[in-house]
């Protein structure tokens, strides 16, 4: 498997809170991104990076804030967490656009 | 934008009986187009991808995809299907463009019946 570790891989938190979830590789992959997965809804992409300090938003950006300031290391912020934000966050990473995503083992937020 | 659509949110077939999952996508250009399945509680897996040339690709698990650039489609067949094919499968689609990301469309759950 790639070497991907998302942390936490559970998370329990209030409304109004701050969350910061963590994705940290080890393949020196140039492309990381932080997709949701929601019964019904198939995994969308919240936010991308293509290097260090080049990110962009993806289709449900809102709410949410990144940073990636070295190669290894992807940063989700969730600014305010609402109940809607209760989720299973997936880390994936690439060599390049076009090469197949290895994703990390997720994360459960709930928002409570 | 890119955009990807699996028409069929959840099929059942029997062991042993043939399977086409569809997906369509909307792009002007040829994109490279992927199918991922997850089985439960688990993390993606790729079966396949098509980039350029041969239409017809071949996969893992003896699944393969044809791309049908008149239809924008790239459907996942499967000959004959196995109890432990049962499982969730996304197709996603990423533009030719450095910078671009993976969408997914939003997935076709697949059940085994014996």
């Known amino acids: 498997d790639a070497g991907i570790t998302q942390s936490p891989r559970h998370k329990v938190t209030e409304t109004g809170t701050p969350v910061t979830l963590r994705c940290h590789q080890t393949e020196n992959h140039r492309y990381m991104y932080w997709y949701r997965q929601d019964p019904g809804h198939g995994l969308r992409l919240i936010h991308y990076?293509?290097?260090?300090?080049?990110?962009d938003k993806g289709e449900v950006s809102d709410g949410y804030s990144v940073s990636r300031s070295k190669t290894e290391d992807f940063l989700l912020t969730l600014e305010s967490a609402t109940s809607s934000q209760t989720s299973v966050y997936f880390c994936?990473?690439?060599?390049?656009?076009?090469?197949?995503?290895?994703f990390g083992n997720g994360t459960r937020l709930t928002v409570t | 934008a890119q955009s990807v659509t699996q028409p069929d949110i959840h099929i059942t077939v029997s062991e042993g009986a043939s399977l086409e999952l569809r997906c369509n996508y909307s792009y002007g250009a040829t994109p490279y187009l992927f199918w991922y399945v997850q089985s439960p509680g688990q993390g993606l897996q790729l079966l396949l991808k098509y980039f350029s040339g041969d239409t017809l690709v071949q996969g893992i698990k003896g699944f393969e995809a044809e791309f049908k650039r008149s239809q924008s489609s790239f459907n996942l067949r499967k000959p004959s299907v196995h109890w432990s094919d049962a499982a969730e499968y996304f197709c996603?689609?990423?533009?030719?463009?450095?910078?671009?990301?993976?969408?997914f469309g939003k997935g076709t759950t697949l059940s085994v019946s014996s």
């Open positions: 990076s293509y290097g260090v300090k080049d990110t």
């Open positions: 996603a689609v990423v533009r030719n463009q450095a910078g671009t990301a993976l969408i």
């Open positions: 994936a990473i690439s060599d390049s656009s076009k090469s197949p995503l290895h």
